[in-house]
C-alpha cells in the first residue's frame, strides 16, 4: 500500500520531526511521546489530543496500522510516513515501533485525583525508576484507585519509558505531580486520607489495616524507601511479609498487594451491605 494524499513521506533525519521526537524523549517539552500501536490506540481511545503522527512507511499494508492511519486522518491530525531510518531516529526503543506519535499532555488535577466519597491514592515519594511509576500507574487504575500523585525525585509519569510501562492507564488515570512531598500528604489530608506508609519492615501486614475508607497510600522509591520526615507523618504503616531470606519487592509488586487488599476490603463492604 502506497501512502494516500493525506500521507506524506520523510526519509531524511534532518527532518523537524526528528528533532522534535528526540527532544520529547530526553524530556525537553511539555508534550507527550507516545511509542507503540498500543500506545497510540490506547490514547486514541482516551481522547487524547495528537498533534502528529508517524508511520513506518513498510507497516502500511498492516490493516491495523491502516485502521489507525484512517481514523486519525479523519480527526484531522497530520500523519507523515517515514523511512526505516527516520523510524529508527524517532522511536526511542531499541527496535523502533511502527508508530510513534506526539500528544498534549492530559491536565493535572488535584481535584479529578481525589474525586469520589472514599478515595484511594498511590503517592509516590522519589520513586526514580520511570518503569515502576509506569507500572503502578497500570495496578493503581486495574486494583480502583482513584488517582496517583507523584512527588520528590519521582520519575515523570508522563515521560515516554513511564507511559510505555503504564501501557495506557497514564492517559486514563487522574494524575497530578507536586514536587514538594510534605505538600502533597498535606493535600492528601486536607482532603481527608488517612496517610498509609508502605515501609519495609516494622509496619502492619494490610489485612490488619482498615483500607475501607479515603486512604492516600504513600509508596517510596527504590532501594531507599520513605524519608523518614514522611513517615512520621502516617497515621498507618503497612508492611509486606516476606519469607527469608527475601528482603524486599519491586515497587509495583509491593503497591500491587495493597492496593488488591484495598478493593478486597471496600468490595466486602459492598457485598455486606447488599445482603443486608
Known sequence: MLPGPDV????SRHHRLVAECRALASGKSEHLLLDGLHLVSEAIAADV??????????SLNRPEVQALVGLVTRRG???????????????????????VAIAARPPADLHRVFAGRAPLIVVLADVQDPGNVGAVARVAEAGGAAGLLVTGRSADPFGWKALRGSTGSALRLPIAVEKDPCLALQQAQQRGCRLVAMLASGGRPASDIDLRGAVALIVGGEGTGLAPALTMRADERVTIPMIPPVESLNVAVA????????RRQRLAVGASCATH
Open 255 to 262: 503497591a500491587a498487594l495493597v492496593i488488591y487488599e484495598a
Open 8 to 11: 506524506k513521506q520523510i526519509s
Open 49 to 58: 489530543q495528537l498533534s502528529q503522527v508517524i508511520v513506518a512507511a513498510r
Open 77 to 99: 491530525v497530520p500523519v507523515v510516513a517515514a523511512s526505516p531510518s527516520v523510524m529508527a531516529a524517532v522511536s526511542p526503543v531499541r527496535s523502533p515501533s511502527e508508530v
